[in-house]
């Protein structure tokens, strides 16, 4: 099958659901398949479509969304849209204006309305999608663990490290740790705290690093942070870590997010504290991941627990991590059964 792959960047989102699954699908089964990819959404590249058996792309295609979409259904050439988040954001979202602004959702349920498949990451977001396409198959995320960012060696530490990767959109998720570290930065000098995604000169992370550090403006010694890096760089961030940290606030639109933090986090056999939400309470059997309630004195517990325990200890819950996410988030399984659902839909 001819399979063409539709996205506007390499963002973290096109990285995990198409670029890096379909790349191992070409490779593995080269018989079956053969991959291109487009980042030309504009009416000139629309005929070139038919050259191809099947179309995938992410959400929404731009401002020529529904014109693709009626030359798709037109020319008889069937489509798969993948769907990773909600497609109702909260206010606070940094993208909610241009999304209300733009119609997005109704273009991106359209989207899933009309397609001949969808694919998503979780139960949880496959009950919303089913909605609108009973056509849905959960093909939840995976690591390609032979991209170089996942075998860097890990980096020798003086100090007990947590760390946390994430972006501006977690901005309301990571507030949520800043009463606990500041407690144990105030207690402790043995630890570092290592925060991924950090953007200069922007209000938001100055809020949050002026919250971390109580309220000054001068970072502490034990607050580390580090610009954010391409898709296919970050994973190197974990090489620096004792146990990653997973704060999640709970409302709907996090709910219908994938466990990606604790996988990436398994990549490199650490252990994971995560907020008792969804979709981190998918991983309830997951020995390597310890839950706690989103308020300042559980994640000050939690943090403190894994800072007082012996080597040992976290080196076995790091390895029940990577243990549970190698056999439930294993992407050579996973792509066979992308494959043959895209078989289906031809």
């Known amino acids: 099958m001819k399979v063409l792959a539709l996205w506007e960047g390499m963002g973290g989102v ?31 590249g629309i005929p070139h479509l038919s050259n191809y058996d099947l179309v995938i792309f992410n959400r929404w295609l731009g401002d020529n969304h529904y014109e693709i ?56 977001l496959a009950q919303k999608i089913a909605k609108y396409n009973r056509n849905v198959q959960v093909l939840p995320n995976a690591l390609d663990l032979t991209d170089d960012q996942w075998l860097a060696t890990p980096q020798e530490r ?8 994430g972006g501006l959109t977690h901005s309301n998720d990571i507030m949520i740790l800043s009463e606990a570290i500041e407690r144990i930065c105030n207690e402790h000098d043995n630890v570092r705290f ?6 200069a000169n922007n209000y938001i992370w100055d809020s949050i690093l002026y919250k971390f550090n109580g309220n ?33 606030e709970q409302n709907e639109w996090n ?6 933090k604790i996988i990436e986090a398994a990549a490199y056999g650490l252990p994971v504290i995560a907020s008792g939400v969804e979709p981190y309470l998918q991983h309830l059997n997951n020995a390597g991941v310890q839950f706690c309630l989103n308020t300042p004195d559980d994640w000050y517990k ?6 007082d325990s012996q080597p040992i200890a976290n080196q076995i819950r790091g390895e029940a991590n990577q243990l549970y996410c190698n056999q439930h988030h294993n992407l050579e399984a996973i792509n066979k059964d992308r494959l043959e659902y895209y078989k289906k839909i031809l």
């Not at 003086?158 to 990767?165: I, K, Q, R």
């Open 14 to 44: 096109e990285y995990h659901r198409l670029y890096t699954p379909l790349k191992r699908l070409q490779i593995d089964y080269p018989d079956d398949i053969t991959v291109s990819i487009s980042q030309n959404f504009e009416r000139n």
């Open 69 to 124: 979409l009626h030359y798709l259904a037109k020319n008889g050439i069937k489509y798969i849209v993948d769907i990773d988040d909600y497609w109702v954001l909260p206010k606070h979202h940094p993208t909610y204006k241009y999304f209300r602004e733009h119609k997005l959702k109704q273009q991106i349920i359209d989207g899933i309305r009309y397609a001949d498949g969808v694919t998503t990451t979780t139960d949880y």
């Open 158 to 165: 003086e100090y007990f490290t947590f760390g946390w990767v």
């Open 194 to 199: 290592v925060l991924c995604g950090w953007m």
């Open 216 to 248: 000054n403006p001068v970072l502490r010694p034990q607050v580390l942070v580090s610009h954010a890096q391409q898709p296919n760089e970050y994973g190197n961030f974990y090489r620096l870590f004792d146990c990653a940290l997973a704060p999640l």
């Open 255 to 260: 709910s219908c997010k994938s466990e990606l």
């Open 302 to 307: 939690a943090m403190k627990q894994a800072m």
